[in-house]
């Protein structure tokens, strides 16, 4: 029976990995040889890897790969895109030449505002906590003039306090309402920064103010953070052309054009269509996150609820047909930086700014937006014309082929066979064992 661990944080690479192989692996060498496996030689690379976590014992790889000729704004650009699922970057890459000979993508920034909000008690009056408020106010935007000196030298920093009632849903809840702007950094640090000092002061002025000291009611902080739904920093991605213009020689351009548009009206309607819909979009917006070293998992929360923000949940993309002009577009809230993090310390997102010619966080929320754009594009135009699993399981092939250990020769052959036939695991196995036949009689 396996025991609790003290200072396990406190124990040496190799002490930790021992203690799970005892405990957890059974001892398996080749259990443990995995985990060294993907070690990088370069000991210093090694070693700011570890740094970036707690308790780090290897590392996960995932494949970066580029989609190219996007087109957008005018200016052509490649998009690193980190990701395992297969056909995410082949589906980009169809959707971005495909809409390149037809102008490209039109990408605008709306607005980059961002929040966090410091969350108490009060169960005294609404009159005496909205005094306190106002006079409170000026107190705390300058207790934070030191942690907002650099940012607001950049232009950036707090914009606005509010006070907010939230006493008719939850008894004795209030919450002030503070609003940022981070510029280039996606800013969780400074506004988390900003926040708790706020909150310090906070309750600190609200001791001395008489109201609370007649009536021995005080305010009581909850907590203080900032949140991941920004539905005021916003970015709009769309694309457009004639109906003629989405004509080719496998579809007719009106006929596909008004079920395409069908199809987003669905998942506007129908919630088990939106959730499956906006995944394929973060699909493509999830792939960029990860290869310029942003947080998903915000950018995931912060989208998903603004899909939901009109009590139901819907499609982020929208399309058209007016005037004979098919249009197709989107809206996201992108909260992401292009300083502080993994941004500036991982070699690949480095890297990755670098291919995208090196954006500033308006640019790069244009780019993801597009980039969830084109996934959408590619996902719906299977579905309304060839349907989605051809694609996908003919790049899912190369999966299959090496879970059966399948050799260089016997994936050119599949490969070749799959052309023109459907894939499944099933049908991928019988080939396999067809071909293994074939070669050794070959030989």
């Known amino acids: 029976m396996n025991r609790p661990i003290s200072g396990f944080s406190k124990k040496s690479k190799q002490e930790k990995i021992d203690w799970l192989a005892e405990n957890y692996l059974q001892n398996n060498p080749a259990s443990v040889q995995i985990l060294?496996?993907?070690?990088?030689?370069?000991?210093?690379?090694?070693?700011?890897?570890?740094?970036?976590?707690?308790?780090?014992?290897?590392?996960?790889?995932?494949?970066?790969?580029?989609?190219?000729?996007?087109?957008?704004?005018?200016?052509?650009?490649?998009?690193?895109?980190?990701?395992?699922?297969?056909?995410?970057?082949?589906?980009?890459?169809n959707a971005a030449k495909f809409w390149l000979e037809r102008g490209g993508f039109n990408a605008e920034v709306i607005s980059t505002e961002k929040n966090g909000q410091i969350h108490f008690?009060?169960?005294?009056?609404?009159?005496?906590?909205?005094?306190?408020?106002?006079?409170?106010?000026?107190?705390?935007?300058?207790?934070?003039?030191a942690i907002e000196k650099n940012m607001k030298a950049r232009g950036g920093g707090m914009l606005e306090l509010s006070l907010m009632d939230k006493s008719h849903i939850l008894e004795g809840y209030y919450y002030i309402h503070a609003t940022f702007e981070t510029l280039d950094a996606m800013g969780a640090n400074f506004i988390n920064s900003c926040l708790e000092q706020m909150a310090n002061t906070f309750e600190e002025e609200a001791k001395n103010f008489e109201t609370f000291q007649k009536d021995d009611t005080y305010p009581e902080v909850v907590m203080s953070i900032l949140s991941n739904y920004v539905p005021e920093c916003l970015v709009r991605?769309?694309?457009?052309?004639?109906?003629?213009e989405l004509?080719?020689?496998?579809?007719?351009g009106k006929q596909f054009a008004e079920k395409f548009v069908r199809a987003i009206e669905i998942a506007k309607t129908e919630s088990r269509r939106a959730v499956?819909?906006?995944?394929?979009?973060?699909?493509?917006?999830?792939?960029?996150?990860?290869?310029?070293?942003?947080?998903?998992?915000?950018?995931?929360?912060?989208?998903?609820?603004?899909?939901?923000?009109?009590?139901?949940?819907?499609?982020?993309?929208?399309?058209?047909?007016?005037?004979?002009?098919f249009t197709f577009w989107i809206e996201l809230p992108l909260a992401v930086g292009t300083v502080g993090g993994l941004t500036s310390l991982h070699p690949l997102t480095k890297l990755a700014f670098e291919i995208l010619q090196k954006p500033n966080a308006k640019e790069l929320m244009e780019i993801m937006a597009v980039a969830g754009l084109a996934q959408?594009?590619?996902?719906?135009?299977?579905?309304?014309?060839?349907?989605?699993?051809?694609?996908?399981?003919?790049?899912?092939?190369?999966?299959?082929?090496?879970?059966?250990?399948?050799?260089?020769?016997e994936k050119e052959k599949a490969m070749e066979y799959f052309m023109t036939k459907p894939v499944s695991h099933s049908s991928a196995a019988d080939f396999f064992k067809?071909?293994?036949?074939l070669i050794r009689i070959e030989f």
């Open 247 to 252: 004509t080719t020689k496998h579809f007719d």
């Open 434 to 437: 067809t071909i293994e036949k």
């Open 237 to 244: 991605a769309k694309v457009s052309c004639k109906v003629e």
């Open 376 to 409: 959408n594009f590619a996902a719906v135009r299977s579905l309304v014309t060839t349907g989605i699993q051809k694609g996908h399981m003919k790049m899912h092939l190369m999966n299959i082929l090496n879970q059966l250990h399948a050799t260089k020769e």
């Open 121 to 145: 008690n009060f169960e005294g009056s609404e009159k005496s906590n909205e005094a306190f408020f106002d006079a409170v106010k000026p107190k705390l935007l300058k207790s934070i003039q």
């Open 276 to 325: 499956t819909h906006n995944k394929g979009i973060m699909n493509g917006v999830d792939a960029v996150v990860l290869a310029t070293g942003n947080d998903f998992r915000a950018v995931e929360a912060g989208v998903h609820a603004y899909a939901a923000r009109n009590s139901y949940y819907g499609s982020l993309t929208h399309a058209k047909i007016e005037d004979n002009i």
């Open 36 to 93: 060294k496996k993907y070690w990088n030689e370069d000991a210093h690379l090694q070693q700011l890897h570890d740094d970036f976590i707690e308790n780090t014992l290897s590392n996960y790889y995932l494949p970066f790969g580029i989609a190219p000729n996007f087109l957008i704004n005018g200016k052509l650009f490649a998009l690193p895109m980190v990701t395992e699922e297969s056909s995410v970057v082949a589906a980009a890459s």
